[in-house]
T-cell receptor, first 113, second 117 residues
Framework: ETGVTQTPRHLVMGMTNKKSLKCEQHLGHNAMYWYKQSAKKPLELMFVYSLEERVENNSVPSRFSPECPNSSHLFLHLHTLQPEDSALYLC????????????FGPGTRLLVL | AQSVTQPDIHITVSEGASLELRCNYSYGATPYLFWYVQSPGQGLQLLLKYFSGDTLVQGIKGFEAEFKRSQSSFNLRKPSVHWSDAAEYFCAVGARGLTGGGNKLTFGTGTQLKVEL
């Protein structure tokens, strides 16, 4: 596989469920990102990891919990979400955090019922 | 703080016609500038980027963009649009290597391109 991959591509969950989104990058990059894309709104940066350390948390509610076990993998753990959390969640990576091009995965389309 | 404005929410062009998508940015120094394209249900694909040097940059799929510092603009152009170019296009500005701040990309709200056959 090449580039940035995300699984699952689609997810439907109830408000009491716990689920996780997975992102994997095959580019040898050191920085990884989670974005939220909602209809009619600009992409919102949620979290940034650089060398497996969280360097940015953009005022994201605690029901979203990121995890970066190594520089190639990034998870977003979800619990007790709200319907307004339904969105496309995009993962991206870059060589490092200092002004490099970000490459995006295909996203996970999340629907919270 | 940086910001990006894409003034056109929707644009419709005929196949074979030329295209220009507008992007204006606000940033206190010379920014990094990007154009991404997103097809329905897909992630963002990088079309082109400007970091420095020649202000006219060439990208994939026949797209180009010109950085105009005096107008704070980075408009995307294509001389002849193909039906497969129908998608949503996002302009983004990145902060240059901020100490302790990294590169935060700020995106515009996107321009939806429709191509009429």
């Amino acid at each position: 596989e090449t580039g940035v991959t995300q699984t699952p591509r689609h997810l439907v969950m109830g408000m009491t469920n716990k689920k996780s989104l997975k992102c994997e990058q095959h580019l040898g990059h050191n920085a990884m990102y989670w974005y939220k894309q909602s209809a009619k709104k600009p992409l919102e940066l949620m979290f940034v990891y650089s060398l497996e350390e969280r360097v940015e948390n953009n005022s994201v509610p605690s029901r979203f919990s990121p995890e970066c076990p190594n520089s190639s993998h990034l998870f977003l753990h979800l619990h007790t979400l709200q319907p307004e959390d339904s969105a496309l969640y995009l993962c991206a990576s870059s060589q490092d955090w200092a002004g490099e091009t970000q490459y995006f995965g295909p996203g996970t389309r999340l629907l919270v019922l | 703080a940086q910001s990006v404005t894409q003034p056109d929410i929707h644009i419709t062009v005929s196949e074979g016609a030329s295209l220009e998508l507008r992007c204006n940015y606000s940033y206190g120094a010379t920014p990094y500038l990007f154009w991404y394209v997103q097809s329905p249900g897909q992630g963002l694909q990088l079309l082109l980027k400007y970091f420095s040097g020649d202000t006219l940059v060439q990208g994939i799929k026949g797209f180009e963009a010109e950085f105009k510092r005096s107008q704070s603009s980075f408009n995307l152009r294509k001389p002849s649009v193909h039906w497969s170019d129908a998608a949503e296009y996002f302009c983004a500005v990145g902060a240059r290597g901020l100490t302790g701040g990294g590169n935060k990309l700020t995106f515009g709200t996107g321009t939806q391109l429709k191509v009429e056959l």
